[in-house]
């Protein structure tokens, strides 16, 4: 916590009771507001009350710290004794009445449920571990703090060179976006579905692309699968591959209105979850053109809250897929008038350490303004351990630097 500056507030010092420190961190952040806010205004409260409330257990409370207005304390140490309660119990009396009177807000959701469209023709660029460690950090607990790292520091990248590693960024700690999130794993060679401990479907069962071309035996919603974690809370769900996949642009160019194909096999999904991403092939077929159509802007849809997410890499072949898929999708929107949306750019596997291409690299994709890069992911042990014991990245490592920038890119895009 910032101290104040002198003379607006004072330090003071007492106890407070571990669960009830917890729950305040968490709360204020909740609402955006500063711990020593929330208790001045908690004091507040508790003295303008005409009698105590029920006593707050308070056996092994822990050292607590905060800034208040001038005097406050001073006078709160009068009424604690005056109406015959110790100062830890009316310490923890007002933070429980801030807690009672400031309830957990509720998670936001979307009118239209977001669709992100994770691509680049290109591979090897991390697409997978985007999508997954997107989808993850908008399924965090909204209850629990996590570290995060606000995207207006990207820039701090470029400050690395041969000398030395990148200066240090200061985190945030804030609450989980709760969202309920599915993972579509669009891609044949199912990197997605065993990155996160699952087969992919058997070929001669059911399937998304048989839900594409029309050949389905079941109800889509059998074959998606919940990933497991705390931090998640059920809310993260995978529908897997298949390696029929590989035959989708053949199957699809048999069939009606095929650019609308994957919408119609996700449509009667979407009113279980708030987002959903999809991780696609490196591709420039008719797939592709599937997926962009699904993540295209409907009717009453705000400019942004559906798109296409660009993966790639500080290195210029990556510069080189760009083109072409970019080139793609515009063709896509003016053939058909689409409003197809760029979420933004993320260049991952970014290691400064590697010198001028990287870097000059980088500057090249930071130059680009529409769309612009609103992630960067650095290359680090912890993803590619996450994937070898296959476990999310964000239950295997929440606090790694890959992790902090995963929640980052959520929050840019969400």
Known sequence: MTSPSSGEREKVVSKLPATL???????????????????????????????????????????????????????????????????????????????????APGVKRPVVVKRYIVCNQKGGVGKTAVASGTGQALAEDSDQLHAVRVSKHFAHALAASDDGPAPEVELEHLPGLGLRVLLVD????????????????????????????????????????????????????????????FLLDVKLSGVRAREAALERALTPLEADYDVIIVDCPPSLGLSMDAAAYYGRRRDGEDPGNSGVLIVVQAEDSSADAYGLLTTQIDDLRADMSLELDYLGIVVNHYDARRGYIATSSLESWMAIRNPRVVGLIGDLKEQKEAVRVKQPLLDYAPRCAQSVAMRALAREIS
């Open 21 to 103: 420190q917890q729950e305040l961190k968490v709360r204020s952040a909740q609402h955006g507001v500063d711990i020593q806010h929330a208790v001045e205004a908690g004091i507040e409260a508790w003295r303008g009350l005409g009698s105590n409330l029920p006593p707050q257990e308070t056996s092994g409370a822990k050292s607590f710290s905060t800034w208040l207005p001038q005097g406050q304390w001073e006078a709160f140490r009068q009424d604690c004794t005056a109406r015959g309660v110790s100062l830890v119990q009316g310490l923890a009396q007002s933070v429980a009445l801030w807690l009672k009177t400031n309830p």
């Open 186 to 245: 669009f891609d044949p060679q199912s990197h997605l579905t065993k990155q996160l401990g699952h087969e992919p479907l058997p070929l001669d069962g059911d399937s998304l692309t048989k839900h594409m071309a029309g050949d389905a035996t079941g109800k889509l919603e059998d074959l998606v699968v919940t990933v497991p974690g705390e931090r998640f809370g059920g809310r993260l769900h995978l529908l897997p591959a298949c390696t029929d996949a």
